[in-house]
């Protein structure tokens, strides 16, 4: 009877959602979105040692009381205490909550600390994503070359957020972008999402996004519809977003306008496009003697 009340107990926590990306994919913005729902409460980045709500206030608490959390050979137990610690928390942050969102940069995978990893293979983070068959969210974008860039504007500038200025105030900074780490960056997120995805692919509670699909069009003042809609079906919730987004786009012109060697970097792009469209040329059909 006992074993039965703690799983009963156990399902009425809301369900883990574990948002991944990499930096600058518009997780912010989006994770904003599913708090909007009567439903969901967000926790935010839980790598972030900024955020109260993180893995490592938690993990401060636990050594405390346990100093062998700390262990490595004891952290994927320590963080599955920590997920069940989220989904408390957010019940009681809100009592009709039935999904508990978690955001995990790509980068910062490796935090969660694994005494044993292969050389090469992807953190033990996405191995108990998927062993555990959390819901996970996966937000891409189909340009890496401008996610690079809007990242190393955010950090030189030191804005991330169009929040963080002033009314009617715009982003203006013109940043020097390092070429051979642009080059550098953009394959390894290349190289990131072919493993990622490879990693789940097949799996039911895995959903791959697009940013560049997340708006109803280029003004970004509204989330897509269809996508809203879909969303809903996979954390099984009725469709109960605010379609609206709580922040707005921090780079909102041509992205070339932000960088000081503008030409240069522009040519790198034109010159990876087109060896990219070299690659997945078909080849010229056959002529017959």
């Known amino acids: ?117 292969r050389l090469g293979e992807l953190p033990r983070f996405y191995f108990l994503l998927r062993e555990r068959k959390w819901k996970v969210l996966d937000i891409h974008r189909r340009d890496p070359f401008k996610l690079s860039i809007s990242n190393q504007v955010a950090i030189q500038s030191s804005i991330y957020h169009s929040n963080t200025l002033e009314p009617g105030q715009k982003q203006t900074a013109k940043v020097q972008i390092n070429p051979a780490r642009l080059i550098e960056d953009v394959n390894a997120t290349r190289r990131a999402y072919t493993k990622v995805e490879r990693h789940f692919r097949g799996k039911p509670q895995y959903r791959q996004i697009f940013y560049e699909d997340m708006f109803a069009d280029e003004t970004g003042t509204r989330f897509s519809g269809p996508l809203l809609a879909d969303i809903a079906r996979f954390l099984n919730l009725g469709n109960g977003f605010d379609d609206k987004p709580k922040l707005q786009k921090l780079l909102q012109e041509d992205i070339f306008s932000y960088i000081k060697n503008a030409a240069e970097i522009r040519g790198l792009m034109e010159a990876d496009q087109a060896r990219n469209h070299e690659r997945v040329r078909p080849p010229a059909a056959a002529v017959d003697a």
């Open 1 to 117: 009877m006992q074993e039965a009340s703690e799983a009963e107990a156990a399902s009425e926590k809301p369900k883990p959602c574990f948002i991944i990306a990499r930096p600058r994919s518009g997780t912010t913005v989006f994770g904003r979105m599913l708090q909007t729902h009567p439903r969901i409460v967000s926790l935010g980045e839980i790598f972030n040692e900024a955020n109260p709500a993180s893995f490592f206030h938690f993990l401060q608490q636990k050594i405390v009381q346990k100093p062998a959390a700390l262990l490595p050979s004891n952290s994927n137990r320590t963080f599955l205490e920590y997920v069940e610690y989220c989904r408390v928390h957010a019940l009681e942050r809100n009592p009709k909550a039935k999904v508990v969102v978690l955001d995990v940069k790509y980068d910062q995978a490796h935090l969660l600390c694994e005494p044993w990893l």
